[in-house]
T-cell receptor, first 114, second 123 residues
Framework: SQELEQSPQSLIVQEGKNLTINCTSS?????LYWYKQKYGEGLIFLMM?????EEKSHEKITAKLDEKKQQSSLHITASQPSHAGIYLC??????????????FGAGTQVVVTP | GAVVSQHPSWVICKSGTSVKIECRSL??????MFWYRQFPKQSLMLMAT?????????EQGVEKDKFLINHASLTLSTLTVTSAHPEDSSFYIC???????????????????FGPGTRLTVT
């Protein structure tokens, strides 16, 4: 099965500072999703990457997928209190009998301090 | 982005009763939906894949007779927790997959959108 490791498990960042979260897979990623979750709530879709070397940005959040498609990073520039939450990476699991199942990393809890 | 709704958002039921949770894709059609379970401060665990017009595919260790899934239309999947027990108390989240084009002739580009979740408490 696909193993996804997220790092760090948690981080505290001062408002206005940048932060980076990493997601590493034991196998080639056919689709990598980034979501944000607040505790006890659903997941908010951030970005999806499929091509090696792909990079996407939305507002102050940038996600990249490396050329080998085994590692992705999520970078937040000039963090704000609204960026606080749990960030999850999910990998598309490709099997012969199913398509599109996601396996998730353990999540990274982000706390933004004043 | 696309919108997926879940109903109810929370439910409390007595042990031995059944509870139905609905997952709807509001502005797109989803031939495939997924049901996840999340325990406090843990990541999501995939329970089953719900396919419109056919039987659901369950992950290893998930009891299909206990967690009944029905994907009756392209916008609705339901999860019924039968004969609920306190250990079934959890946060249940559904997701719906939307095709967003093709990367190649054989490789489609998908996006998955999640519902807000349903918190089930069995007393």
């Amino acid at each position: 099965s696909q193993e996804l490791e997220q790092s760090p498990q948690s981080l505290i960042v001062q408002e206005g500072k940048n932060l980076t979260i990493n997601c590493t897979s034991s196998k080639t990623l056919y689709g990598l999703y980034w979501y944000k979750q607040k505790y006890g709530e659903g997941l908010i879709f951030l970005m999806m990457l499929q091509k090696g070397g792909e990079e996407k940005s939305h507002e102050k959040i940038t996600a990249k997928l490396d050329e080998k498609k085994q590692q992705s990073s999520l970078h937040i520039t000039a963090s704000q209190p609204s960026h606080a939450g749990i960030y999850l990476c999910g990998a598309d699991v490709m099997t012969t009998d199913s398509w599109g199942k996601l396996q998730f990393g353990a999540g990274t809890q982000v706390v933004v301090t004043p | 982005g696309a919108v997926v709704s879940q109903h109810p958002s929370w439910v409390i039921c007595k042990s031995g009763t059944s509870v139905k949770i609905e997952c709807r894709s509001l502005d797109f059609q989803a031939t495939t939906m997924f049901w996840y379970r999340q325990f406090p401060k843990q990541s999501l665990m995939l329970m089953a894949t719900s396919n419109e017009g056919s039987k659901a595919t369950y992950e290893q260790g998930v009891e299909k007779d206990k967690f009944l899934i029905n994907h009756a239309s392209l916008t609705l999947s339901t999860l019924t927790v039968t004969s609920a027990h306190p250990e079934d108390s959890s946060f249940y989240i559904c997701s719906a997959r939307r095709i967003r084009g093709a990367m190649s002739w054989y490789f489609l580009r998908y996006e998955q959108y999640f519902g807000p979740g349903t918190r089930l408490t069995v007393t």
